[in-house]
């Protein structure tokens, strides 16, 4: 089966096609800005306790971390929002591997700021089988040193391309959280991680099957 990279890859390259060239210019020096300042380094890594947190679902329902982790590993996707294609596509991925994921008693939440009429938009497509939760001003996000602040240029470019992010996530600020995939062992700490402030690179489902099962070794 084609990896989720080659599919972000082949998207990312027809997408490039059609765009304004200015605009695409303003978008890969605020990538390169990030990479130069090491942005994914302030992120959570393999072996630090995973903050625990409670959220909504999409109808309301408060899921909490640690009410999860007692039924097993879990899996946290971070996303931008059901207007990001590269997260639509990343999690479409990650569907596809859910019943091989559940077969090791794991569970997946999907994790965006998106708020209101969005959120549930996102939430009710039928191919998304786990819980979407809302991280309102991204307060979970932040706890995992996930957040960034996009620039007066950048936040043009997204008004230009329709993501009024303030109106999409219900506060004010102009704020993502970086693409980030995790996987929580049971005990709270993070057996994986794979945060990247690129849109287009983000974590295989393959990789977070593979670290599943490792938990589920008997140790040496």
């Given at each position: 089966?084609?990896?989720?990279?080659?599919?972000?890859?082949?998207?990312?390259?027809?997408?490039?096609?059609?765009?304004?060239?200015?605009?695409?210019?303003?978008?890969?020096?605020?990538?390169?800005?990030?990479?130069?300042?090491?942005?994914?380094?302030?992120?959570?890594?393999?072996?630090?306790?995973?903050?625990?947190?409670?959220?909504?679902?999409?109808?309301?329902?408060?899921?909490?971390?640690?009410?999860?982790?007692?039924?097993?590993?879990?899996?946290?996707?971070?996303?931008?929002?059901?207007?990001c294609p590269y997260c639509t596509l990343a999690l479409r991925a990650l569907a596809r591997k859910y019943r091989a994921l559940r077969m090791h008693d794991t569970e997946v939440l999907a994790i965006s700021p998106e708020a209101g009429q969005q959120r549930a938009w996102t939430a009710d497509c039928s191919w998304m089988p786990f819980p979407v939760l809302t991280d309102r001003d991204n307060a979970v996000a932040r706890r995992f040193g996930l957040v960034i602040a996009l620039p007066p240029e950048v936040q043009a470019v997204y008004r230009r391309l329709g993501h009024d992010l303030p109106a999409i996530n219900g506060v004010p600020g102009w704020e993502l959280p970086m693409p980030a995939g995790y996987v929580i062992a049971p005990d709270g700490r993070i057996a994986f991680a794979r945060v990247d402030p690129r849109p287009h690179l983000r974590m295989e489902p393959a990789e977070a099957l593979a670290a599943v099962a490792a938990l589920s070794q008997p140790a040496e």
């Open positions: 089966m084609e990896t989720l990279a080659r599919q972000l890859e082949a998207f990312r390259g027809g997408m490039l096609e059609r765009a304004d060239p200015k605009l695409v210019a303003v978008l890969q020096r605020y990538s390169d800005d990030l990479i130069e300042r090491g942005a994914a380094g302030a992120a959570l890594q393999v072996g630090a306790q995973a903050p625990d947190f409670t959220l909504p679902d999409r109808d309301g329902r408060m899921l909490a971390l640690h009410d999860v982790l007692a039924r097993g590993p879990v899996v946290l996707s971070f996303f931008r929002g059901g207007w």
